[in-house]
T-cell receptor
Framework: EPEVTQTPSHQVTQMGQEVILRCVPI?????FYWYRQILGQKVEFLVS????????KSEIFDDQFSVERPDGSNFTLKIRSTKLEDSAMYFC????????FGQGTRLTVV | RKEVEQDPGPFNVPEGATVAFNCTYS??????FFWYRQDCRKEPKLLMS???SGNEDGRFTAQLNRASQYISLLIRDSKLSDSATYLC?????????????FGQGTTLQVKP
């Protein structure tokens, strides 16, 4: 089965630092997403991306967040100045007929 | 009101039991629905899509009732390996490429 890959699997960062989470979507997919899951809570939509631009974003996705597809294969999520409450599992997904999720990056802000 | 609501459980059942999970959704514009399975600290994985006509995949049967905005999942002959969290998911887009709205999940523990 095709795979979405995410790196790193775990990132620890200090509050206020910038982090970039990386994803390689499935190669022929056109729709990309980031979701997050705070420990013990539900999976929450952050942003969707199509045709090199954001198609939809949630209230969570404020000015501290940005996404980019820099080179036609990677899809990145940047958090400019991390807060303690950004600690969560971040999942990348890509879709055509159905969504495939990457294995996630566990972000810990200390 | 939560967009997708599930009983969090946990459901503790013996091997071989039949167990049913329910879910309700609030956005009548939601187009398509799914059950995902999530193992501890892992990514959600698609279990099955849900159709109004009902659909079955082996031991799993899913049903959608659009009139009452209700979705169900039935697992027959439970196995130990079925232990996981089951996520009810609505797609808000006009195709399967819209954003997914997840329920809180229902935890199933199958015991020997």
């Amino acid at each position: 089965e095709p795979e979405v890959t995410q790196t790193p699997s775990h990132q620890v960062t200090q509050m206020g630092q910038e982090v970039i989470l990386r994803c390689v979507p499935i190669s022929n997919h056109l729709y990309f997403y980031w979701y997050r899951q705070i420990l013990g809570q539900k999976v929450e939509f952050l942003v969707s991306f199509y045709n090199n631009e954001i198609s939809e974003k949630s209230e969570i996705f404020d000015d501290q967040f940005s996404v980019e597809r820099p080179d036609g294969s990677n899809f990145t999520l940047k958090i400019r100045s991390t807060k303690l409450e950004d600690s969560a599992m971040y999942f990348c997904a890509s879709s055509e007929a159905r969504s495939f999720f990457g294995q996630g990056t566990r972000l810990t802000v200390v | 009101r939560k967009e997708v609501e599930q009983d969090p459980g946990p459901f503790n059942v013996p091997e071989g039991a039949t167990v049913a999970f329910n879910c309700t959704y609030s956005n009548s514009a939601s187009q398509s629905f799914f059950w995902y399975r999530q193992d501890c600290r892992k990514e959600p994985k698609l279990l099955m899509s849900v159709y109004s006509s009902g659909n079955e995949d082996g031991r799993f049967t899913a049903q959608l009732n659009r009139a009452s905005q209700y979705i169900s999942l039935l697992i027959r002959d439970s196995k130990l390996s079925d232990s996981a969290t089951y996520l009810c998911v609505a797609n808000t887009g006009s195709s399967n490429t819209g954003k997914l709205i997840f329920g809180q999940g229902t935890t199933l523990q199958v015991k020997p």
